[in-house]
C-alpha cells in the first residue's frame, strides 16, 4: 500500500493553493468553469468544455464540465493521471507567491476509478464536481494508488467547500470523501503540524 508522501504532499498543495487563490479572482466565472483554467488540448480541442444543465423538479440549471475525451482511456493516450502531472507542470512553470501559512479550505480525495457517473454529485455541487464525480482540475495536488484505485486528493477553497459536501453527500458508491474523515490517522500524520 503507498502511503503519502508528506513533503511532496505538503509543497504540491501550498502550489495548488496559490494557483486557486489567483484563479478566484476571476469571480464571473461559474462552479464548473473558475476552477478549471487548466485545460489541455486533445485533438485540436479542449479536453472539457462547459454546458448548461437542468437538475430537479423545480428546474434549476447549472453550469457543468463536459469532457471531450473519456479520462478513464482516451485513444490519444490521456487519462486522469496523465492529467494530474500536466496541471502539476503547468502550477510549477509559474512564478506563484507562495504561504508558509495554510489557507483556508478543505481536501477532498475523490478515487476516481470507483466513479459510476450517475451526475448525482455534479448536480447537487452546482457543477464544481463533474460527471466522474472529478474535483475541479486546479485543485488537485496529490495522486495515490491503492489496491489498483487512483486516489486524487485536491484542495477546495472555503467558498466552494458547501457546494462540494453537497456532492459528497448524495455520491452513492462512496467514492468522494473529506480527507480527515476519510483517514483521520494520515490527515493527522501529514497535516498535524502543517
Known amino acids: 500500500m503507498e502511503r503519502i508522501n508528506k513533503e511532496e ?13 489567483q484563479q478566484l479572482q476571476h469571480t464571473e466565472k461559474n462552479n464548473a468553469s473558475i476552477l478549471r483554467s487548466i485545460n489541455p488540448v486533445c485533438d485540436g480541442k479542449p479536453i472539457f468544455q462547459f454546458k448548461l444543465e437542468k437538475y430537479g423538479v423545480g428546474a434549476s440549471y447549472y453550469f457543468a464540465a463536459d469532457w471531450t475525451i473519456d479520462p478513464y482511456k482516451d485513444a490519444s493516450g490521456f487519462s486522469f493521471s496523465e492529467l494530474f ?8 512553470q509559474l512564478d506563484l507567491p507562495s504561504s508558509r501559512q495554510m489557507l483556508d479550505g478543505e481536501i477532498l480525495v475523490s478515487e476516481f476509478d470507483e466513479s459510476v457517473t ?28 491503492r489496491g489498483g484505485c487512483r486516489i486524487f486528493f485536491a484542495w477546495i477553497p472555503r467558498p ?35
Open 118 to 145: 450517475d451526475g448525482a454529485p455534479e448536480a447537487e455541487s452546482s457543477g464544481l464536481l463533474d460527471i466522474y464525480d472529478c474535483p475541479p482540475i486546479d485543485t488537485w495536488f496529490y495522486e495515490l494508488k
Open 9 to 21: 504532499f505538503l509543497a504540491n498543495l501550498r502550489l495548488t493553493q496559490a494557483y486557486c487563490e
Open 85 to 92: 502531472q500536466i496541471q502539476l507542470q503547468v502550477k510549477k
Open 160 to 194: 466552494f467547500v458547501e457546494a462540494a459536501n453537497g456532492g459528497v453527500e448524495v455520491c452513492c458508491v462512496d467514492n468522494i470523501h473529506w480527507f480527515k474523515e476519510w483517514s483521520p490517522s494520515e490527515y493527522d500524520a501529514v497535516l498535524g503540524s502543517a
